[in-house]
């Protein structure tokens, strides 16, 4: 079975830090990998998703994520974070066609001046 | 493209009535949604499958005489909780599946029962 652990609950980082944000999954075959952003009382929006082909995959709002198959990784990384992205973020994976997305529990980021 | 919406966004009911939300995909066909339940605080459970034209698959412990599922059109789906009580309250979110391998989610529906 399908399953996404992010280990950190929450984390806070200062405007202007890099940002790391781990995600592991297990799957049997090769996952379709996606990253969710949350705000509160909002809906999922896409990051960036990873179904084949480069590892380093880049997103919407100078995000990107690396696909390590060795290490069943694909964690989520920006340079410098922003207030704005202060959020709850998914990691999800799925087998693609009408299989529905697993996702992670997901991991609060704080960001301080 | 691939803008999925519910309706409606916010709803408060009293307990025992029943209440229907609905999750439309805009601009594409969805032979397939999802319906996902997410308490505060938590990650989103999957409660079911809606394929369009059948039956939907229920996850195990969702109740399918509580939480009605129809997908009547390849741009509609409704879930309707029935009998709600305050324990149902929750945001309750649909996702539709496009162009294969991508799911876009809709903005969510948040549920509270008094």
């Known amino acids: 079975a399908q399953s996404v652990t992010q280990p950190d609950i929450h984390i806070t980082v200062s405007e202007g830090a890099s940002l790391e944000l781990r995600c592991n999954y297990s799957y049997g075959a090769t996952p379709y990998l996606f990253w969710y952003v949350q705000s509160p009382g909002q809906g999922l929006q896409l990051l960036l998703k990873?179904?084949?082909?480069?590892?380093l995959v880049q997103g919407i709002k100078g995000f990107e994520a690396e696909f390590k198959r060795s290490q069943s990784s694909f964690n989520l990384r920006k340079p410098s974070v922003h207030w704005s992205d202060a959020a709850e973020y998914f990691c999800?994976?799925?087998?693609?066609?009408?299989?529905?997305?697993?996702f992670g529990k997901g991991t609060r980021l704080s960001v301080i001046a | 493209g691939a803008v999925v919406s519910q309706h409606p966004s916010w709803v408060i009911c009293k307990s025992g009535t029943s209440v229907k939300i609905e999750c439309r995909s805009l601009d594409f066909q969805a032979t397939t949604m999802f319906w996902y339940r997410q308490f505060p605080k938590q990650s989103l459970m999957l409660m079911a499958t809606s394929n369009e034209g059948s039956k939907a698959t229920y996850e195990q412990g969702v109740e399918k005489d509580k939480f009605l599922i129809n997908h009547a059109s390849l741009t509609l789906s409704t879930l309707t909780v029935t009998s709600a009580h305050p324990e149902d309250s929750s945001f309750y979110i649909c996702s539709a599946r496009y162009r294969g391998n991508e799911q876009f989610f809709g903005p969510g529906t948040r549920l509270t029962v008094l």
């Open positions: 990873y179904f084949s082909g480069d590892t």
């Open positions: 999800a994976v799925g087998a693609g066609g009408n299989t529905p997305l697993v």
